[in-house]
T-cell receptor, first 113, second 113 residues
Framework: DQQVKQNSPSLSVQEGRISILNCDYT??????FLWYKKYPAEGPTFLIS?????DKNEDGRFTVFLNKSAKHLSLHIVPSQPGDSAVYFC????????????FGSGTQLTVLP | NAGVTQTPKFQVLKTGQSMTLQCAQD?????MSWYRQDPGMGLRLIHY???????DQGEVPNGYNVSRSTTEDFPLRLLSAAPSQTSVYFC????????????FGNGTRLTVT
């Protein structure tokens, strides 16, 4: 049973518009959440994170929102750029088990020029 | 500063063959781990190590062995390759167990025929 779910395998948006990527989780012990970005033939790279004591974290064009009651987080990219086209993974960790990261299945974002 | 280096980039094995995927990091990270990425499954943890001489199993450890004799190196051994082990393998590291963001290598694409 997947504890971290990304239900949209793909998303297309126009350049300059907002991209919203969603992620749901089931384990209430998760207290730290991360987003990774992956280009083809490369490893995932860390993008942004949020602790469960916050409901929003912003870094330039990227904002992550956390709704603990709904066990839902989202990544907003504004404005979207063609270079943002990549697979985005959300990940979660809990305080135990050496803070292992549990990953979702990823969403392929395509930003159309 | 090379970060996390994985070799080889590509490998084709026949069923029953064994091989070792190499991983080295030059960031003096205590924590290292191996993930496999399969379509629709995200990244799943195979084995991890919280320091030299210490290893533990992740979510999908069967068919794989690891050892950690030095801080820098964390090789992954396939004992008797099976077609189900066809995947992309990523090695990742971070400073300690308590600091969640992982730094990934660029992956090894393995095909078992």
């Amino acid at each position: 049973d997947q504890q971290v779910k990304q239900n949209s395998p793909s998303l297309s948006v126009q350049e300059g518009r907002i991209s919203i990527l969603n992620c749901d989780y089931t384990n209430s012990m998760f207290d730290y959440f991360l987003w990774y970005k992956k280009y083809p033939a490369e490893g995932p790279t860390f993008l942004i994170s949020i602790s469960s004591i916050k409901d929003k974290n912003e870094d330039g064009r990227f904002t992550v929102f956390l709704n603990k009651s709904a066990k839902h987080l989202s990544l907003h990219i504004v404005p979207s750029q063609p270079g943002d086209s990549a697979v985005y993974f959300c990940a979660a960790s809990d305080p135990g088990s050496a803070r292992q990261l549990t990953f979702g299945s990823g969403t392929q974002l395509t930003v159309l020029p | 500063n090379a970060g996390v280096t994985q070799t080889p980039k590509f490998q084709v094995l026949k069923t029953g063959q064994s091989m070792t995927l190499q991983c080295a990091q030059d960031m003096n990270h205590e924590y290292m781990s191996w993930y496999r990425q399969d379509p629709g499954m995200g990244l799943r943890l195979i084995h991890y190590s919280v320091g030299a001489g210490i290893t533990d199993q992740g979510e999908v450890p069967n068919g794989y062995n690891v050892s950690r004799s030095t801080t820098e190196d964390f090789p992954l051994r396939l004992l008797s390759a099976a077609p189900s082990q066809t995947s992309v393998y990523f090695c990742a590291s971070r400073l300690t167990s308590g600091s969640p963001p992982l730094h990934f290598g660029n992956g090894t694409r393995l095909t078992v025929t």
